[in-house]
């Protein structure tokens, strides 16, 4: 059987490759040689045998990894509630998030001390650190016990396919290419001018309005590909 690795989205110092079986993982803390992690109960579940992992995302100190079944697992530090377990109690091993183990998890993000996760019904929840507004639910303040639910403003009918994370802001994009953000804006990472300087809700970049394809975060700064080129959101928002 062929391997097939993919790189997932990451956070400085805590990179991760996984293939279909097996997740990887170096960093500037251990040999800066791949080693495999202990993860074979999340592989096993009931009469499922290797389920697949659809997706890995890391923030500073935390891990997300989600099956294609949409069971989604945590492992790391949870200081602000990042793992959106509900407490504040740090896993050092991988287990099942119990808050959405009734759910099936489509998709997830991390910022470096706050998280994003999309469920098949189209909830949109956020966990962690929040007081830039990057929790997206109208507050400036931690999610420490409890995850928080962010109402997206989308037209009826339109559908969230993909989160990301920077530093301290979030994004969601929509089926149709609109592009929604939140968060921390004080080098225009918003895209959507210089004010306001954080927003506690999702905000419409409208420049992009119906026509982002992809995006992906950086600290301080976004990247978005459409149908006729990449934009950057950084201080304005700009054709590369």
């Not at 993000?109 to 706050?114: D, I, N, R, S, T």
Request: with cysteine.
């Amino acid at each position: 059987m062929n391997n097939y690795y993919f790189i997932s989205e990451c956070m400085p110092n805590f990179p991760r490759i996984h293939d279909f079986t097996t997740i990887y993982q170096f960093s500037n803390y251990s040999t800066n040689v791949p080693t495999a992690m202990s993860v074979d109960d999340l592989l096993t579940d009931g009469n499922l045998y290797n389920i697949p992992i659809k997706k890995t995302a890391v923030g500073n100190t935390h891990t997300f990894i989600l099956r294609e079944d949409g069971r989604l697992y945590c492992v790391g530090t949870n200081k602000y509630g990042q793992l959106g377990t509900n407490d504040l109690q740090d896993r050092m091993s991988v287990e099942l998030v119990k808050s959405f183990a009734d759910k099936t998890v489509t998709d997830v993000a991390c910022g470096p001390y706050h998280s994003l996760i999309l469920t098949a019904d189209q909830g949109l929840f956020s966990a962690g650190y929040g007081k830039l507004g990057q929790l997206g639910d109208g507050s400036k303040s931690s999610s420490t016990l409890a995850v928080r639910t962010v109402e997206m403003p989308l037209p009826r009918g339109q559908r969230i396919v993909q989160l990301a994370c920077g530093g301290d802001f979030s994004a969601a994009l929509t089926a149709m290419g609109d592009l929604y953000t939140w968060g921390e804006n004080s080098s225009g990472q918003l895209g959507v001018g210089w004010k306001p300087n954080t927003s506690s809700k999702p905000l419409l970049v409208a420049d992009l309005e119906g026509r982002v394809r992809r995006i992906a975060c950086g600290h301080y700064h976004m990247m978005a590909t459409t149908y006729s080129g990449w934009y950057s959101t950084s201080f304005r928002t700009r054709k590369c």
